[in-house]
């Protein structure tokens, strides 16, 4: 009897083996299906972010994009109007038109000489700056003359 004995439990435990076997192979293909599932997912979420993101990220008022040579630019047809005559600048254009093209930054005096920041250019009484004389430099402002006009600049501008 023990040789069948010793039999019967060799075959319950190859039956037990290969009942580990299986249930081992079967959790470890549930574990790949459910990595590939995770992988699927996540690459389904980076193309919906791209498409997202590329939306936008297009200029607003554009939504299709340009393929080719950039389109020609039509020009408006000329009118039959003769053009204007520009009037020759008066003394006042060009008072207006030097003042904006210089700004006092600033004045300091040294001594017995005083000096001014214009543009940030350190300039002192008889000297040029844009075509323009410095004539005499006050506390708070500068005296030019150009064109034999005379203009004054303000730290208060």
């Known amino acids: 009897m023990s040789i069948i004995y010793d ?24 574990k790949l299906r459910i990595y590939f599932f995770y992988f699927l997912v996540i690459c389904f979420g980076v193309f919906i972010g791209n498409i997202f993101f590329s939306f936008l990220s297009q200029p607003k008022g554009s939504l299709t994009k340009q393929i080719g040579p950039p389109a020609k630019e039509t020009l408006p047809e000329p009118t039959e ?26 004045v300091f005096f040294s001594e017995n000489e005083g000096y001014a920041l214009i543009n940030n250019q350190i300039v002192k009484e008889g000297n040029l700056i844009e075509g323009a004389t ?24």
């Open 81 to 106: 109007e003769p053009p204007l005559e520009s009037a020759p600048p008066t003394s006042a254009d060009k008072e207006k038109k030097l003042r904006e093209s210089l700004v006092l930054n600033g």
């Open 134 to 157: 410095v004539k005499r430099i006050g506390l708070n402002e500068v005296e030019l003359e150009f064109q034999g006009l005379t203009v004054k600049l303000s730290t208060n501008q």
């Open 7 to 30: 039999a019967l439990k060799k075959v319950e435990k190859s039956d037990i083996l290969r009942v580990k076997a299986d249930k081992e192979g079967r959790h470890s293909k549930s």
